[in-house]
Structure formats: C-alpha cells, structure tokens
C-alpha cells in the first residue's frame, strides 16, 4: 500500500516500535481491524469492542501472516513486530490520515442528517461518466468504517466519495480531519440523534465542522430548501453553492411531474445557464434534491450537462434505500436500512404515489432523546394525513405512531411488539396487490420483514 511503510505507520500515529528494525522499510499489504480478514503482510489494528477485547486474537493474526500489529497493550517481549500507542482508534485514524494524503484524488465527503447514502450514490452514478471512483461502502461511514474505506483506495481512482455519519459532538472533526474534503455536501439538518444533540443548532455545529476541514479551495454544497443551511454564509473565505427546487439556489429544478414508483421527471438548472429534462429513477421528492446535489458536485469536478444527466437516469436501486420490488402479489418500498422522521415522512410520500391499496410497516426510529414519543406520535398523525390505507407499527416506541393514527376514520390501524409478532399474522394482513412500504431504523432489522414479504 502506497506509503505504508512501518516506519512511517508508526510516526503517524506516535507510536512506538517493537521489533526487528530491518522491516521498518516494508510495506503493509492492508489494513484491517477484523483479525478474521488478516492474511499475509497485512496490518492488524486491535480495537476492542464492548464485549470483545481484540488483542486476545493478536496470535491468530500472526499465524495468519499479519506482518505487523497495532496494539495499546505491552505485549512485552515478542517475536514479531507490533506498534504501541495510546489508542489504537485514534491509530486507525492517524494511518488512514497518512494514507489518503498519499493520493492525488478528489474527496467528496457528504453528510446531513438524513439522505447522506442515497446522495452519496447519486454522487458517485454522476462522477463515474468521467471519473474512476471510490465509495462508502454499505454503513461504514463512522470512526472504524471511514478509515477501511480509505484504505480500500487505490492509485487507479480520481474520485472518493466519503459519507461521514455521526451522533455525538466530536465526532466530526476526527472523521473530516482524517478525509480532507475537496468539496463539502451537507444534505440537510434534521431532528436525527437529538438525544446527543438536543438541538437542530447543535447537529448544524457538528455537521458544518467538515467544512473546517476542507481543503483550501474547496467546494462548499449546501442544500438550499434547508432553513438553517440557507442561511450559511462564507466559510474560509468560500462562499457555499446551494441546490433546491427554489429558483434561488444556483442548482434548481422546475417543472416536477410524478412518474409514480418510476420516479420523478424534472427540468434541472445550472448556473451556466443551461437546462436539461431528466428522469429521476427513485420515487420521491426528497430523490429530486439528491439529484441537485450530484448535479453541484459533477459540475464543480468539470462534468458536462449531458454526463450529469446520464449519471442521475443511470442510478442504480439499494437494497434498504427506496429500492421497489415487484413480485407476482405486491409492490414493495423496501427503505428499510434506517428511519428518522424526516426519511419516514419522505418514504410515506412515496408510498402515496402507488396505484391500489397502501400499506405502511413502521418500527422505531432510535436516538430521537427525550421528545421521541411526540415524534413518533407525529409520524402516525402525518402517514394518516396522507391517506395511507393501513399503517401497522411494530416494536414499543411504533405504539405512538398507531395513536397518532388510531383516530382517522380511513386509515386502520394494527400494533405488535415485535417483528415476530407481525411475521405471525402476515399472511392475514397483506393482500395480493398492496403497495407496502417498509422503514425502521437499523436496529429494527427489517430486512427480515422485506424477505418474508417476498416470499408471500
């Protein structure tokens, strides 16, 4: 890997060696923090868990192969090399910090409170008409994943796209430190994690820190429909660009028509002037602002108006993400992978487009702090608003979302307190032809329900 030599692992993160001074000279193969990926000359960075202690698994490494490991135990006298430091997280960090400046690429670090992965996708479909390009992978978008994910870079890319998710103040800055962004994507400032936060002012002040973070004339990419991004003005001397179906945002769309679970048609504005007609090929409106903010990023990075808009028509579906799967009984709006209230409102939006019956299968949205009752309660009031035919929560916060629902007289409501409990009852509730939509935060794991759903 390039620059990753021993002896320059070891001054990234302060650490000290210990070990036949000759291999200081010889390069990782990776880096892993997962001893059952270790072969041989990798690097083995032994970061407990909660319940598990990592370095007990240091041996198995070096049977392994494993040319080195990091360690914030003395292993005492050894013989094969290890590095100590005081952290092996903040190790991971440091390395990975040391490894992306070995890279002339360009970093797009995304974050916002929700849409961080589905903008992230629209991003990388739009840079990849011009450019190689490295993603986040699945969920690793946090202080473990965002390293792992550098380290799977290599010298073939020209484009890194990096989500960075965070919940605690602090956070940031060890992730945006270590990613360096060229150009900076903030979705939106939601209500997610405010029982770290507490308020939206506080996830702004945690968000707005990959800013600081930017590269010197880099690229600042604020979502203009959000009241409090609207607002930003100069960081470091750059003046943001924003993107928002309002006409005053540099990157706008107009003339909006539904294609129903198809997606979204759409005229795209840029600031030089030129328009283009485009499909955006995920159901919602919320897809509409996460093709604006591709569109901001592939022009920044030199794309024409016709690459963008072969990016943006050629996204591919996510599995948990907005993802439509037609079987032979029912259409289903699998957006199962996480939940806030913002992502649940945009999900009940799409499902109102659907033709014939609609069915809403809601679970907990986790870390919403002391107001999460009021705003689960809130989702159940909004989904009947929307005329939703049945909503059925499942799990023990979910029981607000049926009372903020019980009292409309079209929508029929169904609770259970666990996803066992609904999976029982299934068959006696879903009818052939039903449009379902199925959103829950992680934890909830309602993949499980999507399976079964198509097994139906």
Partial sequence: ????????????????????????????????????????????????????????????????????????????????????????????????????????????????????????????SILAQKYNVHKTLGNFNNEWGLPITIFEMNESHEAAILEMGVNHFGEMRRLSSVASPDVCVITNIGIAHLEFFKTREGILQEKSQMIQDMKNGGTIILNGDDDLLS??????????????????????????????????????????????????????????SNALAGAAVGYSLGLTSEEIKQGIENLPSMPGRNNIISTDKLVILDDCYNANPISTKASIDVLTMAIGRKVAILGNMGELGEGEKQLHFEIGAYAASQKIDLICGVGELAKYIIAGAKDDPVTETLWFKTKE????????????????????????????????????
């Fill in 1 to 124: 890997m390039k620059n990753l030599t021993l002896e320059n692992i070891t001054k990234a993160c302060c650490g000290t060696y210990h070990g036949d001074p000759s291999k200081l000279d010889k390069k990782v193969a990776n880096v892993v923090i997962d001893s059952r990926k270790v072969e041989k000359d990798f690097l083995f960075v032994a970061i407990d868990g909660e319940r598990v202690n990592a370095h007990k698994f240091i041996p198995d490494t070096i049977e392994k192969g494993a040319l080195c490991v990091v360690s914030h135990e003395d292993l005492g006298e050894t013989d094969f090399p290890y590095i100590l430091v005081e952290s092996t997280g903040q190790a991971l960090l440091d390395i990975a910090k040391l490894y992306r400046d070995s890279f002339d690429v360009k970093v797009v670090g995304v974050t916002g409170s929700a849409g961080k992965t589905s903008t992230k996708e629209m991003i990388a």
């Fill in 421 to 456: 409990d609904f999976l029982d009852t299934m068959k006696n509730i879903i009818r052939e032809g039903d449009n379902v939509l199925v959103k829950a935060s992680h934890g909830m794991q309602f993949p499980k329900l999507v399976d079964a759903l198509k097994e139906l």
């Fill in 231 to 288: 607002r930003m003005g100069p960081v470091k001397g750059i003046d943001p660009v924003f993107f928002g179906i309002s006409e005053d945002c540099e990157f706008y769309a107009s003339d909006l028509k539904s294609a129903g679970l198809r997606g979204t048609e759409c005229t795209l504005h840029l600031p030089s002037g030129e328009s283009f007609r485009c499909l955006v090929p995920l159901p919602g409106i919320h897809m509409i």
